[in-house]
């Protein structure tokens, strides 16, 4: 087995362990496509560990993005994680500038607690999320520009999934607030509800919100499957089941974000995914 395939492997790893709806999803791809994915999962994924361990996250997250650069003009790297991410970005010619958009949001994460609007948190959003949509369309190839934007759409979708999931745990670990400020105030939400794990009215009304919100993307998202090409579509459309699902638990979990942590089992996944292929 060559270098590129063993790292292709410790990505796969990296991905089951870390990304169990991404993981299921990606048996959808054709073999090329899931290797791809691995190694993208994987590129993302160690700098968003950085972030939320926050030990050192700056120093180490200027450390990857240096051997990152490195590894991309050079075609290869020791590290298992960049050399496999090098490959794939020259293979399919996925822009360059998408994964600097990604890093860049990272390095905002480090700093910043809270958000003024949705404004400012869906910029932050793209180069935490929409990008990644944008790297997976290039590399599943698309017959429309239009795929770019929905592509996109799916990014903000999950990300706001990921957000509302995490509340609990972004604001006890990170003392971070991703819901914005203006939208708390409006629902008569403050900082104590976070601290004090207040699941009144208001706090469920704001739930209720941005999860209406998020389905809004995920419908969006789901438009512009057509428009990739039709060996990526199965594995995007599961994929979106999938998380969209997360917001159904958390109603469920009546938005208990604090306490109970919303996930699909595998019997779930595979229920959700009957239905999405032949539903």
Not at 59 to 71: E, F, G, P
Not at 183 to 192: A, C, G, P
């Amino acid at each position: 087995m060559n270098k590129i395939h063993e790292d292709i492997n410790y990505c796969k790893r990296y991905l089951k362990e870390h990304g169990h709806s991404y993981y299921f999803s990606s048996w959808f791809f054709p073999r090329d496509l899931r290797q791809a994915t691995y190694a993208l999962y994987a590129f993302v994924r160690v700098p968003d560990e950085y972030v939320d361990n926050q030990d050192n996250s700056l120093q180490k997250l200027k450390r990857y993005k240096k051997a990152w650069i490195k590894a991309y003009t050079e075609q290869g790297s020791k590290d298992p994680v960049l050399n496999a991410t090098a490959h794939i970005f020259h293979t399919y010619k996925i822009p360059f500038t998408y994964s600097l958009d990604f890093l860049n949001a990272m390095a905002m994460d480090i700093h910043k607690r809270t958000y003024k609007n949705f404004a400012e948190l869906k910029r932050y959003m793209y180069g935490s999320a929409a990008v990644v949509g944008l790297m997976m369309a290039t590399i599943i190839g698309f017959k429309d520009k239009a795929a770019l934007r929905y592509a996109e759409d799916l990014g903000y979708a999950m990300q706001l999934t990921n957000f509302l999931r995490d509340i609990g745990e972004d604001h006890a670990l990170r003392k971070r607030i991703y819901l914005p400020q203006d939208e708390l105030l409006k629902f008569n939400v403050s900082t104590e509800h976070f601290t004090h794990k207040i699941l009144d009215t208001n706090f469920k009304e704001l739930m209720k919100f941005n999860i209406s919100r998020a389905r809004r993307y995920y419908r969006s998202a789901l438009k512009g499957v057509p428009y990739l090409a039709p060996q990526g579509q199965k594995a995007v459309t599961i994929a979106l089941v999938l998380y969209r699902a997360i917001l159904n638990k958390i109603e469920e979990n009546e938005y208990d974000v604090f306490d109970q942590r919303a996930h699909t089992g595998l019997f779930e996944k595979v229920a959700l995914t009957i239905g999405a292929l032949y539903g």
